[in-house]
Nanobody
Framework: QVSLVASGGDSVPTGNSLRLSCVIS????????MGWFRQVPGNEREAVAM???????IYIDSVKGRFTISRDSAKSTLYLQMNNLQPLDTAMYSC????????????????????WGQGTQVTVSS
């Protein structure tokens, strides 16, 4: 069973930066897509950024130019560098990955997500 463990969340003032990390227990058992998601209580989960097997990335408009998703396969770790944080970025952030199979999962950004990690809280104060 694949596990994803996220860390790096904190409470910071507007304009600060944070880097989230997500360690994957067995990255040989995941598919080509990995992503970061966020959720505010009472709202639906929102896909923030995705990285594909070919290294391509995609972001939601509100974080373009501020957030960068990256992956270090040697360390089995996914990152989200978040710069110029704003109060609207406040949320529980979680990492997720696709499985090698083509079926099942939940669709986001052209991928089907099967594995979810626990969240790490990011709070940005004004």
């Amino acid at each position: 069973q694949v596990s994803l463990v996220a860390s790096g969340g904190d409470s910071v003032p507007t304009g600060n930066s944070l880097r989230l990390s997500c360690v994957i227990s067995d990255d040989t058992s995941i598919g080509s897509c990995m992503g970061w998601f966020r959720q505010v209580p009472g709202n639906e989960r929102e896909a923030v950024a995705m990285i594909y097997g070919d290294g391509g990335t995609i972001y939601i408009d509100s974080v373009k130019g501020r957030f960068t998703i990256s992956r270090d396969s040697a360390k089995s770790t996914l990152y989200l560098q978040m710069n110029n944080l704003q109060p609207l970025d406040t949320a529980m952030y979680s990492c997720a990955a696709s499985a090698p199979t083509s079926g099942g999962g939940t669709p986001y950004f052209g991928c089907r997500i099967h594995y979810w990690g626990q969240g790490t809280q990011v709070t940005v104060s004004s």
